[in-house]
């Protein structure tokens, strides 16, 4: 499919929105038979990635490979990170905003463990072995035919790559499929990653700059959690 044409064909489509309240996102889901948009992020059906975002997840990839790899060598729970996190309940009200510390556990995997207590925040550090990208990241290795879709069982999970911000960004589509034979969205995560040198130090290539989860809105506290990094408190 041509993929010019295809966005040209999506401006003529009618957007179905649908206002989610109970057990929905905490954000408008704007759907066609191309894409899916959720907030700030669009996910496009299965096809392959273009050559742009061939670029971008490559460099994505080889940035978490670098952290992952560099954080591997540090002691269990030596090093800190400084992040603001905020926490917003299912009508976009901000409940939950502050800086707080956590420490890089490196024990059989790697996470992030916060210094007081704080029950809403990012535990697991992602790299270039996490979940969909675990596959997208080693096939992009080898060859340039990658599909923005891996499925896990019942798990159908839809990946962008782009830039936004003057960062690099993925964001990631999770769906489950459902009794009428499709898939139904059920979360979706934009991670935004240090990639450049006028960034940061190149130690923390890979580092999460800023991370969005979105979740369903069915009683649970985090329908939308955000997590940004500030700086390092330890000199690594």
């Known amino acids: ?96 905003d502050s800086l707080f510390i956590a420490s890089i556990a490196n024990n059989s995997s790697l996470e992030y463990s916060a210094i007081f207590p704080r029950d809403n925040y990012f535990r697991d550090i992602l790299t270039d072995h996490s979940g969909a990208l675990n596959d997208i990241c080693l096939n992009l290795q080898s060859t340039d035919n990658v599909l923005n879709t891996v499925k896990m069982g019942s798990v159908r999970y839809t990946v962008s790559f782009l830039i936004a911000d003057n960062f690099d960004r993925v964001d990631t589509l999770k769906e489950i499929n459902n009794s009428a034979g499709g898939y139904a969205p059920t979360g979706a995560e934009s991670v935004s990653v240090i990639t450049q040198s006028n960034q940061a130090a190149t130690k923390f290539f890979g580092v999460e700059k800023e991370r969005t989860r979105y979740t369903n809105c069915d009683g649970r506290l985090v329908p939308t959690m955000k997590q940004s990094w500030k700086e390092a408190v330890t000199r690594f």
């Open 1 to 96: 499919m041509n993929y010019k044409l295809s966005l040209k064909k999506i401006s003529l489509l009618m957007i179905i929105s649908i206002n989610l309240v109970s057990c929905k996102f905490s954000h408008k889901v704007e759907s066609n038979n191309e894409t899916i948009i959720i907030d700030n992020m669009t996910f496009s059906k299965e096809r392959p990635f273009i050559k742009s975002e061939l670029t971008i997840g490559r460099r994505v990839c080889a940035a978490l490979k670098s952290k992952r790899e560099f954080f591997q060598t540090l002691y269990d729970r030596q090093e800190q990170f400084r992040f603001f996190g905020t926490v917003l309940d299912c009508k976009g009200v901000s409940n939950l």
